[in-house]
């Protein structure tokens, strides 16, 4: 499902880098999930899932959760500069798929995929936007 | 899912099983309905319930949540739900979130939100849980074109009728705050409330208020389990005349005892056998049930003392046919047992079963064991528990038998479920009484409403098949007592010759039609050598017979009268 977010977000958005995909597709589910889970329920589980994953990727070390409703991710573009692209995309990706499995072992993976998945199919009410 | 039209207003089934009972049909569609009462009483999953019942892809359902249970949690507990379709989420069942427009207290935002949401999903119900969140947080002040709570409501309360969608809002209310405007606007307004005494929880619902329907009265108890809210409908007592009964009688399956009963007992009556612990008032229950089943009636036992596989185990011992009649559908066995029962949960059990089954018999074993079963503060007023139990059984036709345990000393016995008698039409009452040196089981039949009985007591014994009534104790006084003293009288013209003894044991005989000599021993309490004495006379004077039919038997011998 998590390659599903980001195939999407590469064939909207093909002339950007696989970083910025990563990042347009964690905007997006982010904004998905605020429309059911609030603002603050969705920045909790983006919290949660970061502190998890960011042992495995260094790339992460640097990204804060957005303090405004719209953002998810910030300093995510200094993250692509110290880094490189393709470790932000997997670094990201990895994201992604925790912020799934956290959700599914909370509500269910059905549940989880709806979600999440409804943003591939319907218009979010806000388009994510990229730092 | 609309059903029961009448006139413009559709009704909407609530998927609540009582529910629609009590709202005298369902919901009317199109009304703006608050579902308030305390924290953990049941309105987000009432709310849930609903909208899974009725959502679909095309009208779907919002639900809207606002500063009361996060979203994830939410779903989280209610996902475990046997209601809860995960594969509607998405499509026929919308969360949104209105935590951050509430946080800014500005409940324009949250209206705006709200309609735009409505005009884009086009639902067919809309919850919002929990709109006490947004009422508690008062007038918005300050901000240009702000508006007050009430004017929300009102508003709130007209887009959504206008977008025909059936609207719910959740709320956490006192008793006292039954004056805000809510409540006024609300066409609807359903309380739910849950009553803790000692270690019993009893929740209850109670409908104030719907326009354009006639609910239920009273407040009706409901149980939350995997399945949701199920409800169970007080039965009003104008809801319990009694069917017209065909004048017959049913069979009781105890040897002896129609002939007491004038025929058996009247069919759909209430008969309460009351009696000591250990007098046999299972096994007499059980046979008038198998009898039931043998006349190819169906029946239904209600059990509160013991599990159904034991209590199935017993009755095969006495009627083997009774797993067969199991596999055949005509018998169900309730067991109810959970302590904080109501008294409509229990009749709602009975009244499906016997509905099911096509039943005509009810065996309630016992009732001392219902009124254990039932949660305290129902114990309270078990006599009115009882008379709306066995009132509303008795209206649907079936023959209602019930059993009681008697406590207390000779003769001041007591039913322990205290002034039931008023409630039945047919009493017995077993004791326990001592004579001859040992314990007896005597029965009687107390009272039989509008029919003639008989007036006796008599002995009855529990055989391996079952109770059998025996002869009377016509040759005792003070029965009653438990303690009966025998008369002996002096020997009748046909016993010429004969002791008061000699006498004694061949009445004996005759009444018992035949016993060994252990029997006669226990019965009269006599010496050993005496009684070899007294029967080796009878024999020799031709008054009695000694056979050997699995064991030694004396017989008295039939004699012309004079």
Known sequence: ?131 | MGNNDSGPIRSLATGVPGFDAILGGGLPEFSFNLIAGPPGAGKTTLAQQIIFANATAKRPALYFTVLGEPTLKMIRYQRQYSFFDAAMVGSAVHYTNLSEEALEQNLTLVLERMIAEVERARPRIVVVDSFRTMSGSGTELGSPGAITIDHFVQRLALHLTTWEVTSFLLGEYADQEQRSPVFTVADGVFWLSQVTDRNSVVRKLQVIKTRGRAPMPGLHTFRITDDGLQIFPRIPEQQMQRRPQAAHRLRTGVPGLDELLGGGVPAGDAVLLAGPAGSGKTTFATQFAAEGLKMGEAVVIVVFEEYPEEYLERAEERIPEVDEMLGEGRLEIIYLRPLDLSVDETLAEILQAVDQRGATRVVIDSLSGFEVALAPAFREDFRESLYRLVGALTATGVTVFMTSETTGGYPDMRFTTDKVSFITDVIIVQRLVEFEGALHKVMSVVKMRGSDHSHDFRLYEITAKGAVIGGTLRDYRGIITGVPELVLRPARPDHVGLTVSEAAVLDMLVRLGGASRDLLATRISAVPNELNQVLERLVGLGYITLAEESGSVYRAVARLGG
Do not use: K
């Not at chain 1, 502190?51 to 719209?70: C, F, K, N, P, Y």
């Not at chain 1, 956290?102 to 979600?115: K, P, Q, V, Y």
């Open chain 1, 1 to 131: 499902m998590t390659r599903r977010l980001i195939a999407r977000e590469a064939a909207e958005n093909g002339a950007f880098d696989d970083a910025t995909v990563a990042h347009r597709a964690c905007e997006r589910a982010y904004h998905q999930l605020a429309r059911w889970l609030g603002a603050t329920g969705c920045r909790t589980l983006f919290a949660r899932a970061l502190a998890q994953t960011r042992g495995d990727h260094i790339a992460l070390v640097e990204m804060r959760l957005g303090t405004s409703e719209e953002t998810a991710l910030t300093r995510v573009r200094e993250a692509v500069d110290s880094y490189g692209a393709p470790a932000v995309a997997r670094a990201l990706g990895a994201l992604l798929v925790e912020i799934v499995a956290l959700l599914g072992r909370l509500i269910g993976e059905d549940m989880a995929a709806r979600l999440v998945e409804e943003g591939i199919h319907n218009n979010a009410r806000t388009d994510a936007s990229p730092t």
